[in-house]
C-alpha cells in the first residue's frame, strides 16, 4: 500500500505465525505445544522437552530412547576447532567463545551449507547441533578454570553427560546425583522457548535468508548475551554481590531503580510479555529455594533477592508498570550454588534455550517464510546536492 506501520521494539507487531509457544502475559501463562510449563517443569526432562518443541508431540519410549541415541553418537567435536578454542584469552566472555564456536561449525560440518537439504539432512544437523553444544559449553566451562576438558561418554543422556563433562572430575556419581540431574532438567525446560523474543526472532530472521542452523544459532545467542535479554542473569547476580558489598540496603537500590536520572535498572525484574508475574520466575524461585537446601548451600545474596523482591512488589512504581520478578532473578542463584561461575549463566540460558531456536528455525523454513526485511521511516534529509571537498 505504500504505508509503514511503525512500532519500534515491535512491540504490537507479529512477524509470523507459530505453533510452538504460547504466551499470555496477562495471565502468566507459558506452554510449549499446548503443555504448560508447570507440568513439564514437573515431569518431563530436557531432552523429552526438546523432541516436543523441534518435531510437535512428546516422544514415546523409542522415539526418544532413539533421540538420545543419536545425540549421544554426535557428541564429539572435531579435534582441530580445539585449536582455536585453545586460542582465546582464559578470560573472555564465554558468550563470545559460545558464539564464535557455534558459528564455526558450520566450517567443520560443511552439508550444513548445501542448499536444499533434504528433511533428513536437516535433522542430523539438528542433531548433531544439540549434540555438540552441550560439549562446547563444557569446554568453555572448564577453560575458565583452566582444567582439561572432560569427553563425552555415551552411556549417559543429554543432561548427565552435560553433568559429566562439567563436574566429572568431582565424583563419577555427579552425572547420575538425582539432586543435580533434576534441577539441570528444570533449569534447561524452563529456559527451552519463549515464542518471539529477541534472539528467537533474530534467528528466524537470519535463517530466513537461508542461512545454515549453526550460523543462524550463533546470531541467536549474539542477541541473548545482552543484558536485558539472556544477559541479564549474570547481571542479577553481580547487582546482588553489589547491594551486599555495599551494606544490603535494598530500599535504597529500589530508589535508584526508580530514579529517571540514574541508568540503574532492577535486573531480573520487568518482561515485554508478562504483566502480571512470570511463571518460570515461580517455578524457579521454589527450585532455588529446594536445591539450596538439599545441596547445603546458604548463598546470603538469596536473602537479598527475596527483600528486594517484597520491596518492589510493594512499590507503587513497580505496581504501576507492573514489573515482576523474571526468568532471570533466581536461576543465577541456582547456577552459582551448582558451581558455574558468574560468566557462565547466560550460556547456560542458551543451552536450555537451543531446542526452541532449533524449532523456531524449522518451522521458518517448513513454512517456506520470506525473508525478514522490515521497512523504515526515513528521518533524514531529502535531497542535497553534492558538496566539493574544499565547499565543506
Ligand atoms: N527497573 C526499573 N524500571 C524498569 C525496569 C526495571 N527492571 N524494567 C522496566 N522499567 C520501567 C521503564 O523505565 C519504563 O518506565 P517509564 O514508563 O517510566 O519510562 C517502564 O518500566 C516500561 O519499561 P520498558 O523498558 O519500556 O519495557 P520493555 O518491554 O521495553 O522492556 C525489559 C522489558 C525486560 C527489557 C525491561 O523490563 C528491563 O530492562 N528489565 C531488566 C533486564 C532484565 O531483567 N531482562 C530479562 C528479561 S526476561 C528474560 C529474557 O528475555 O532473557
Given at each position: 500500500?505504500?504505508?509503514?506501520?511503525?512500532?519500534?521494539?515491535?512491540?504490537?507487531?507479529?512477524?509470523?505465525?507459530?505453533?510452538?509457544?504460547?504466551?499470555?502475559?496477562?495471565?502468566?501463562?507459558?506452554?510449549?505445544?499446548?503443555?504448560?510449563?508447570?507440568?513439564?517443569?514437573?515431569?518431563?526432562?530436557?531432552?523429552?522437552?526438546?523432541?516436543?518443541?523441534i518435531y510437535?508431540?512428546?516422544?514415546?519410549?523409542?522415539?526418544?530412547?532413539?533421540f538420545?541415541?543419536e545425540i549421544?553418537h554426535h557428541t564429539l567435536v572435531h579435534?582441530d576447532m580445539?585449536?582455536?578454542?585453545?586460542?582465546?584469552?582464559?578470560?573472555?566472555?564465554?558468550?563470545?567463545?559460545?558464539g564464535s564456536l557455534v558459528c564455526s561449525l558450520s566450517a567443520f560440518y560443511p552439508e550444513s551449507l548445501k542448499n536444499n537439504q533434504t528433511e533428513e539432512e536437516i535433522n542430523l544437523t539438528i542433531i548433531k547441533m544439540l549434540a555438540k553444544m552441550?560439549t562446547i559449553?563444557?569446554?568453555?566451562?572448564?577453560?575458565?578454570?583452566?582444567?582439561?576438558?572432560?569427553?563425552?561418554?555415551?552411556?549417559?543422556?543429554?543432561?548427565?553427560?552435560?553433568?559429566?563433562?562439567?563436574?566429572?572430575?568431582?565424583?563419577?556419581?555427579?552425572?547420575?546425583?538425582?539432586?543435580?540431574?533434576?534441577?539441570?532438567?528444570?533449569?534447561?525446560?524452563?529456559?527451552?522457548?519463549?515464542?518471539?523474543?529477541?534472539?528467537?526472532?533474530t534467528v528466524r530472521i537470519v535463517g530466513s535468508s537461508d542461512c545454515n542452523l549453526y550460523a543462524s544459532i550463533s546470531a541467536g545467542i549474539?542477541?541473548?548475551?545482552?543484558?536485558?535479554?539472556?544477559?541479564?542473569?549474570?547481571?542479577?547476580?553481580?547487582?546482588?554481590?553489589?547491594?551486599?558489598?555495599?551494606?544490603?540496603?535494598?530500599?535504597?537500590?529500589?530508589?535508584?531503580?526508580?530514579?529517571?536520572?540514574?541508568?540503574?535498572?532492577?535486573?531480573?525484574?520487568?518482561?515485554?510479555?508478562?504483566?502480571?508475574?512470570?511463571?518460570?520466575?515461580?517455578?524457579?524461585?521454589?527450585?532455588?529455594?529446594?536445591?539450596?537446601?538439599?545441596?547445603?548451600?546458604?548463598?546470603?545474596?538469596?536473602?537479598?533477592?527475596?527483600?528486594?523482591?517484597?520491596?518492589?512488589?510493594?512499590?507503587?512504581?513497580?505496581?504501576?508498570?507492573?514489573?515482576?520478578?523474571?526468568?532471570?532473578?533466581?536461576?543465577?542463584?541456582?547456577?552459582?550454588?551448582?558451581?558455574?561461575?558468574?560468566?557462565?549463566?547466560?550460556?547456560?540460558?542458551?543451552?536450555?534455550?537451543l531446542p526452541?531456536w532449533i524449532a523456531q528455525w524449522k518451522e521458518m523454513k517448513v513454512n517456506k517464510e520470506p525473508i525478514g526485511?522490515?521497512?523504515?521511516?526515513?528521518?533524514?534529509?531529502?535531497?542535497?546536492?553534492?558538496?566539493?571537498?574544499?565547499?565543506?
Amino acid at each position: 500500500t505504500g504505508y509503514i506501520t511503525l512500532d519500534t521494539g515491535y512491540k504490537n507487531t507479529g512477524a509470523t505465525k507459530s505453533a510452538i509457544t504460547f504466551l499470555d502475559g496477562e495471565q502468566g501463562i507459558l506452554r510449549y505445544r499446548g503443555y504448560s510449563i508447570e507440568q513439564l517443569a514437573e515431569k518431563s526432562t530436557f531432552m523429552e522437552v526438546a523432541f516436543l518443541l523441534i518435531y510437535g508431540e512428546l516422544p514415546t519410549e523409542k522415539q526418544i530412547a532413539d533421540f538420545e541415541h543419536e545425540i549421544s553418537h554426535h557428541t564429539l567435536v572435531h579435534e582441530d576447532m580445539k585449536k582455536f578454542f585453545d586460542g582465546f584469552p582464559s578470560h573472555s566472555h564465554p558468550m563470545g567463545q559460545l558464539g564464535s564456536l557455534v558459528c564455526s561449525l558450520s566450517a567443520f560440518y560443511p552439508e550444513s551449507l548445501k542448499n536444499n537439504q533434504t528433511e533428513e539432512e536437516i535433522n542430523l544437523t539438528i542433531i548433531k547441533m544439540l549434540a555438540k553444544m552441550s560439549t562446547i559449553v563444557s569446554w568453555i566451562y572448564k577453560k575458565s578454570f583452566g582444567h582439561p576438558v572432560i569427553y563425552p561418554q555415551n552411556k549417559y543422556d543429554y543432561v548427565s553427560n552435560f553433568l559429566h563433562m562439567t563436574f566429572g572430575q568431582r565424583t563419577e556419581e555427579v552425572a547420575v546425583d538425582p539432586v543435580l540431574v533434576d534441577v539441570m532438567n528444570k533449569l534447561l525446560i524452563l529456559h527451552a522457548d519463549h515464542e518471539q523474543n529477541c534472539s528467537t526472532s533474530t534467528v528466524r530472521i537470519v535463517g530466513s535468508s537461508d542461512c545454515n542452523l549453526y550460523a543462524s544459532i550463533s546470531a541467536g545467542i549474539s542477541a541473548l548475551w545482552g543484558p536485558l535479554h539472556g544477559g541479564a542473569n549474570q547481571a542479577v547476580i553481580e547487582m546482588l554481590e553489589q547491594i551486599k558489598n555495599d551494606g544490603g540496603d535494598t530500599q535504597k537500590w529500589i530508589a535508584k531503580a526508580k530514579d529517571k536520572n540514574d541508568s540503574f535498572r532492577l535486573m531480573g525484574f520487568g518482561h515485554r510479555v508478562y504483566k502480571n508475574f512470570d511463571p518460570r520466575a515461580k517455578i524457579i524461585k521454589k527450585a532455588c529455594d529446594d536445591v539450596l537446601e538439599k545441596l547445603g548451600v546458604n548463598d546470603p545474596v538469596l536473602a537479598i533477592a527475596k527483600q528486594l523482591e517484597e520491596v518492589a512488589l510493594k512499590d507503587e512504581y513497580f505496581v504501576q508498570r507492573k514489573l515482576y520478578p523474571n526468568v532471570d532473578f533466581y536461576s543465577g542463584i541456582i547456577y552459582r550454588a551448582l558451581g558455574f561461575p558468574t560468566e557462565m549463566f547466560t550460556v547456560l540460558f542458551a543451552l536450555g534455550r537451543l531446542p526452541g531456536w532449533i524449532a523456531q528455525w524449522k518451522e521458518m523454513k517448513v513454512n517456506k517464510e520470506p525473508i525478514g526485511r522490515p521497512r523504515q521511516v526515513y528521518t533524514g534529509s531529502t535531497f542535497r546536492e553534492y558538496v566539493e571537498m574544499k565547499g565543506r
